[in-house]
């Protein structure tokens, strides 16, 4: 007797999130676009599976689930620190710019989706890409104005993207730690 298809259940939705910058959209999703983040076949959709996993190990009391649970905190807030300074600096150089100049020079399509976890942790690392995504779109503005040299916009963009980046890799190194 051949069982019958197992149901495939949608997850719950608890709202859905809008990235107007294909590199942030991708980081996401990274089926999105085809846009090379550096982070391989890495996304913040698998880090939410990860985290989700990691809080129902730590809730039934695994210990290495808690430590790398704890370790990412510290890991989120020192990377946020970092972001929130690459941040101020390109506010101001935005802020510098006249009125008539900071409509973006490259508006998205926006791409649009749904957010399936809602953990404390998952929401604050796509409070970060929501950040990244505003910050970059200014940071191109500022480009295509001419107010930045290209030099200063690729080392801002780096470093924008770095603790992003930092945060993705580490979700997945520590996973690995706590299996």
Same mark, same amino acid.
């Given at each position: ?67 790398? /649970? ?71 503005? /500022? ?20 603790? /992003? ?15």
């Amino acid at each position: 007797m051949t069982q019958p298809p197992k149901r495939k259940t949608k997850a719950h939705v608890y709202g859905t999130v809008t990235f107007n910058d294909p590199l942030a959209a991708t980081i996401f999703d990274r089926r999105a676009t085809d846009f090379n983040t550096g982070l391989r076949d890495k996304d913040l959709i698998k880090c939410g599976s990860i985290i989700g996993i990691l809080y129902r190990k730590s809730a039934q009391d695994d210990a290495a689930a808690t430590d790398a /649970l704890q370790e990412l905190v510290k890991l989120i807030g020192s990377n946020q620190t970092r972001f929130d300074d690459t941040v101020a600096a390109i506010e101001e150089a935005f802020n510098d710019l006249p009125a008539e100049k900071r409509l973006p020079s490259r508006p998205g399509s926006g791409l649009s989706f749904d957010v399936t976890w809602n953990n404390k942790m998952f929401l604050a690392v796509l409070q970060i890409l929501q950040d990244f995504d505003a910050a970059r779109g200014k940071l191109v503005c /500022l480009k295509d104005h001419n107010a930045i040299e290209h030099k200063q916009y690729a080392k801002l963009s780096k470093q924008l993207l770095t603790p /992003l980046r930092s945060i993705i890799e580490s979700v997945f190194s520590l996973a690995k730690q706590a299996n």
